[in-house]
């Protein structure tokens, strides 16, 4: 999507609907500019495998304007630094094999299947290798987060997204994906296999960088 946008047009918003799992092997993804107004590019993409639409997206795309609004988002928590906080540990056959790659560290709540009482967790997280201040960074570092309601469970069980969207605050400035960024995430509801659950996520410099709402699908009793 990006490679069909201006450069100075940046993602504000983008919903995706998770309609089929992709298997190992080749993809094709496509992206289709729907609307180009005189601020706003709106983009369709696709994913796609066997002639099966597996992932849809549309994100919204916008140039930077003047404003006399000016409203600050929501101040990070207090807690503790991320060096003073265990590390979630890579236990292969148990967490994804992609966060190998990304480093987390819970500092409310408990990680998943854990057995707790109340759903609900925060942390730091960064990308372990060097990363760019470009969206994709940003959105792997929201997206690596675990559903909400898994450290209620004491025994592993899959879990995925059925959608997602979220809206990006003040995207032109930059921020490096391998410093650490502040998550928190709160359930909304959850009933019959579905979750509902609202996050949000901080810059290295404390501010609010993405606000985020998600349906996920959890198979504990499978």
């Known amino acids: 999507m990006r490679g069909q946008v201006p450069t100075d047009r940046q993602l504000r918003a983008m919903t995706v609907a998770f309609i089929g799992p992709?298997?190992?092997?080749?993809?094709?993804?496509?992206?289709?500019?729907?609307?180009?107004?005189?601020s706003v590019t709106q983009v369709e993409a696709r994913l796609m495998q066997h002639d099966q639409i597996l992932a849809t997206a549309n994100a919204s795309f916008g140039a930077s304007r003047q404003s006399s609004i000016v409203v600050p988002g929501a101040p990070r928590p207090d807690a503790p630094a991320p060096d003073t906080v265990r590390a979630l540990p890579n236990v292969p056959g148990v967490t994804p094999a992609f966060l190998e790659h990304f480093d987390l560290r819970w500092t409310h709540g408990l990680p998943p299947f854990s057995g707790a009482d109340k759903p609900d967790f925060s942390g730091w997280c960064r990308h372990k290798e060097p990363a760019g201040d470009d969206e994709s960074t940003l959105i792997g570092l929201l997206d690596v987060w675990p559903p909400s309601v898994l450290p209620l469970l004491k025994r592993p069980a899959p879990g995925s997204s059925l959608?997602?969207?979220?809206?990006l605050i003040d995207p032109g400035v930059p921020a490096d994906g391998h410093d650490w960024w502040f998550y928190e995430v709160n359930t909304q509801g959850a009933a019959n296999g579905f979750v509902q659950a609202d996050a949000k996520l901080w810059r290295p410099d404390g501010q609010l960088a993405v606000v985020s709402r998600q349906t996920a699908v959890v198979f504990d009793k499978a």
């Open 22 to 38: 992709v298997a190992p092997e080749p993809a094709t993804v496509t992206a289709t500019v729907l609307r180009q107004g005189k």
């Open 163 to 167: 959608t997602w969207s979220f809206d």
